[in-house]
């Protein structure tokens, strides 16, 4: 019997959302500066594995130029905001954080 593995948010670019099989674990050098997003994205190492979701939203509000990465991924502030779907926070899974951005009016894929 296999064990599911479970990818979560854990850093937001532009529109592309980084999930993480680490995410207990997952860190980077710069990761604890304010803006999150003058901050270098997760990378795969090891064992520590990356996928992507892409959006287009115009009514999707990112908080990393308020925040670090830290802070954020320690869920002080939602990685993401909508009026209609409040926050999306790290450590969503993907399956979450498509259902918030259907929600926030947003059109979304996983990329591989």
């Known amino acids: 019997m296999s064990m599911r593995v479970y990818f979560r948010l854990c850093y937001a670019e532009g529109n592309l959302l980084y ?3 680490s995410f207990d674990t997952i860190t980077g050098e710069d990761w604890k500066y304010v ?5 270098v994205p997760p990378a795969e190492e090891g064992d520590t594995h990356i996928r992507y979701v892409g959006f287009q939203g115009d009514d999707v509000e990112n908080n ?11 869920k002080r502030a939602a ?5 209609e779907a409040e926050g999306l926070y790290a450590g969503a899974t993907i399956e979450e954080a498509i259902d918030w951005l259907h929600k926030a009016g947003a059109v979304c894929a996983e990329l591989f």
């Not at 803006?35 to 901050?39: E, L, Q, R, Y």
């Not at 990393?64 to 320690?74: H, I, P």
């Not at 990685?79 to 009026?83: G, P, S, T």
């Open 35 to 39: 803006p999150a997003k003058d901050s």
């Open 19 to 21: 999930f993480t099989d």
């Open 64 to 74: 990393n130029d308020k925040f670090s990465v830290e802070q954020l991924n320690r």
């Open 79 to 83: 990685w993401l905001w909508n009026e």
